[in-house]
């Protein structure tokens, strides 16, 4: 007696026409960002300071900033021919830093026997399908595969199935003595022999036998009648062979012959299973890009089955699955801050994400973080300057260009040492890096407040979120701006723009007032421009060349020498009762 044999799933990942996204793990990438409205010390130092962390083998740090660029920092990144930071403008929660990028794909074309067994070893409950090159067109998943299993077997209606003669094969693990059309899919009506001969003559008669595929037994009047009627397929199933004078007609009249292994209920069975997975996949549930955001996509990922949706390029091409359960995990960016230390001037939606490090030499702000981190903050002009120290102190070498780098950002945020916040420390490091770079400190200095001092071209708005900071003092929300000219005149000529500029900055951020210093680098002293709140300038007792105008004489410094003037006004506002934020 011939021993019975059983199908069984595949182990998975055999010989399958599958396509695995294989990458070296989710590793994190590390984003150094300077402040929200970048100057050049800030971009300067987010560049820096991603070198020396791939330097020291972080080689997944890299820069970033999150503001547009002003003139100053494009002239410094052409003229030493370095590319600017990646521009990213904010870190709402997106998909592309909580999706798994490990997922494996199906092809269209696959069986569904097949695609099932890679399912069945998953560890999720969908996997995409996809075409050969890559790019999404379905999702398998149970429920639906359910659901079309059911209306294939419905005793009440015919059995058709789309396939092809090696799908076929494949699925049945069939011996194959003839082979037409072999890779065709069409749609076939499947015939069972196993009543009488007269009986199966009736019951072929009803159907396309062009398009229908036979099973039967080891029955040669079947064999032969079913061939010269011109059936597509005839499976033979036991592994029983027919004889050599069926085998020559089959050949004759272009007919397939496949000997299943199976008993005829398995290998009924099985041919369900054939079927493309094309055919059992649902069309119906829409990819997310990695660009989306996580709100805008949460409903669709409530909704979707196995609550998990892929994941694809602009091109369609999958990259990867976001599940709910990806959710919970840490997002895949850590975040290092530098030449800034508060919320308010950090990158939009940096409290999403771990801060591993923080370097600035400003006053110390509200920032509070969920870990420890490593906080290096320094009463330098520049953090340009403490960022150089850093590579000598862990003896890292600097090139010509990085170190051009470097002695652009603090000869900028000095006012090529002229500035009251100029220590000695950073002279002695802009002579350093002046050697190393073989740059003549004038005259590079000139070059960068020529190139800072051009506002030919340039709206008011854009001038005033520039190098816009935000501040919080005594309750009240204000934003202070800086330019440097070498010629104020220009912008006082623009007055009524640059108030109109500065009014809508404060109404957007609700702010008590906005102000902008117009730094006059050749004499080194400022102008400043204010919008604010009625009750709030009519404190003001600062001296007044014009209406909304003020002389900022010798000020040139907005940290070390606006900041405590207008934080003294805004606490007088305070003190005479004026409501918090209001």
Known sequence: MKKEAYPVFPNGESALNTRIFRMTGREKRVYVFGHRNPDTDSVVSAAAYAGLKRAQGMENCFAARA????????????????????????????????YNPHCKTINRDMSVWDAMGILQTSETSALPVVDSEGRYEALLHYRFFAQNIIRLSNPRQKTAIRTSINLLASVLHAQTLVLDRADEISKSPIVIASAKFETFKTLLATYPPENTIVITGNREEIHNFAIESGVRA??????????RPCRELAERKGISILISPYDTSSTTMLLIYSMPVSAMANADVKPILRSDALRKIAPALANAPGKSLPVVDDDRVVVGVLSESDLYHDPSIEIIMVDHNEASQAVEGV?????LEIIDHHRLGAMHTRHPITFINKPVGATSTIIAGL???NHIPLTAKMASLLLCGILADTLVLQSSTTTAADREMSEDLANIANLEISALGGDLMLAASNMSGLPAGELVRQDMKIYNECGQRFTVSQIEVGDPGEALSRKDEFVEALERERTAHQALFSAILITDITLLTSLMILAGKPDFVQGINLPRQEDAVYLMKDVVSRKKQLMPILCELVDEYAGRGAVPGS
Do not use: A, C, H, W
């Open 234 to 243: 005839l499976v033979i199933t036991n592994g029983d062979m027919p004889g």
């Open 351 to 355: 409290e999403n994400y771990r801060i």
């Open 67 to 98: 503001g547009k660029t002003s003139p100053q920092i494009d002239y410094v990144f052409n003229r030493f021919k370095t590319p600017l930071p990646e521009f990213i403008p904010d870190l709402l929660p997106k998909v592309e830093y909580y």
């Open 391 to 393: 590579y000598r102190e």
